[in-house]
């Protein structure tokens, strides 16, 4: 008989700590949704790109096309969005159809792809781009990675002005070049 009471105050001991360890859980995660709620871009599940932030300047700058075309880009009040990929980066090759879809709904807007150079592996992808966006080929170290400052792919720059005016992970929106809430 005796066993029997301990075993039954056992489990509601246990029962009692369970619940208590469930209300623990259940507030650090009305917490965790909290922060998520409040960081910038959390209504349209966008987040800040690797690269320089909102406000650096980049000024004008050259680049050569892969197709051997000289690419000079001016700062002017038109935004060009720079779309930085990388042919071994999953998140970039399923961005890739936004980014020509974009490129296609909106064919007065200037658009640059850079394509990270992987020893061979961007082909396909350059091949993809080619045809409706100007492309470069740089390594992680060319001049355009280093002059935005982009430390990983995707990654989606809005220049305006020779200024980064928004930078985003994910591929641009329909109806023009903004990211969403500038990031930074």
């Given amino acids: 008989m005796v066993f029997v009471v301990v075993a039954v105050a056992l489990v509601g001991a246990l029962g009692i700590l369970n619940l208590l360890l469930a209300i623990g859980v259940v507030r650090r995660l009305r917490e965790h949704t909290a922060l998520l709620e409040g960081r910038p ?14 406000g650096t300047r980049v000024g004008a700058f050259r680049a050569r096309s892969t197709l051997g075309s000289e690419l000079v880009f001016e700062e002017t ?13 999953s998140p970039c090759r399923e961005r890739l159809p936004l980014v020509l879809d ?12 850079v394509v990270i150079d992987e020893g061979g592996l961007e082909a396909e992808m350059v091949a993809l781009l080619e045809p409706a966006v100007p492309v470069v080929v740089e390594p992680w170290d060319g001049g355009l990675p280093r002059l935005l400052d982009v430390r990983g792919t995707p990654c989606f720059v809005t220049v305006v002005g020779g200024v980064v005016a928004a930078t ?3 591929a641009p929106r329909p109806g023009g070049v903004a990211l969403g809430p500038a990031a930074g």
């Fill in 168 to 170: 985003s992970v994910f």
């Fill in 102 to 113: 974009h490129a296609a709904r909106h064919p007065g807007e200037r658009v640059l792809a």
């Fill in 41 to 54: 871009g959390a209504a349209d599940d966008d987040l800040p790109a690797s690269a320089a932030p909102v």
């Fill in 77 to 89: 009040a038109v935004p060009l969005l720079v779309a930085v990929l990388s042919p071994d980066c």
